[in-house]
């Protein structure tokens, strides 16, 4: 008698999730999720984070100009998969600290970058994983 109720029970449960929108691949430890790019202010503020790291061989900040597109894997903590344009500041490298309300373009937008960011928050770590670009134009 207990089996065939906890038998139904996660079969209303199953079918609960099911009709209420959740996917198997939204729920899935490890697979990529989409997220909405203004669906959060911290997607923002990650891509800006990650362009902030990306100082060696410059000698001004780029900014980001517009978040394109999300993506969240959850680990042993939360990657993040940031798509955006960049553009040039006129923030020296060295001279001032990276500030997305300082740091405004100066320029055209010069890139398109995807940035994964790994967040662990029980240990307070954000690290900028993997951070390539093309030109804008391409």
């Known amino acids: ?4 109720s906890l038998l139904l029970l996660a079969g209303l449960w199953t079918g609960v999730l099911l009709s209420s929108g959740y ?6 430890v490890g ?6 790019p203004q669906g ?25 100009v517009n978040l ?9 903590g939360v990657n993040y998969n940031l798509t955006f344009t960049t553009a040039p500041t006129d923030c020296a ?6 500030s997305a309300t300082q740091c405004l373009p100066a320029g055209p937008v010069n ?5 994964i960011v790994y967040v662990v928050p029980w240990l307070n ?7 390539t670009c093309s030109n804008a134009s391409s």
Not at 68 to 76: E, G, L
Not at 125 to 131: A, F, I, N, Q
């Open 68 to 76: 394109t597109n999300v993506a969240t894997q959850v680990v042993a």
């Open 111 to 115: 890139g398109k970058c995807t940035a």
């Open 40 to 64: 959060s202010p911290k997607y923002l503020n990650l891509a800006h984070y990650a362009v902030s790291t990306q100082t060696q061989g410059r000698t001004v900040y780029d900014t980001v």
């Open 125 to 131: 770590t954000t690290e900028v994983t993997s951070y």
């Open 1 to 4: 008698m207990k089996q065939t």
């Open 31 to 36: 697979g990529w999720t989409e997220q909405n």
């Open 23 to 28: 996917t198997i691949s939204a729920m899935m």
């Open 93 to 98: 490298i060295g001279q001032v600290q990276y």
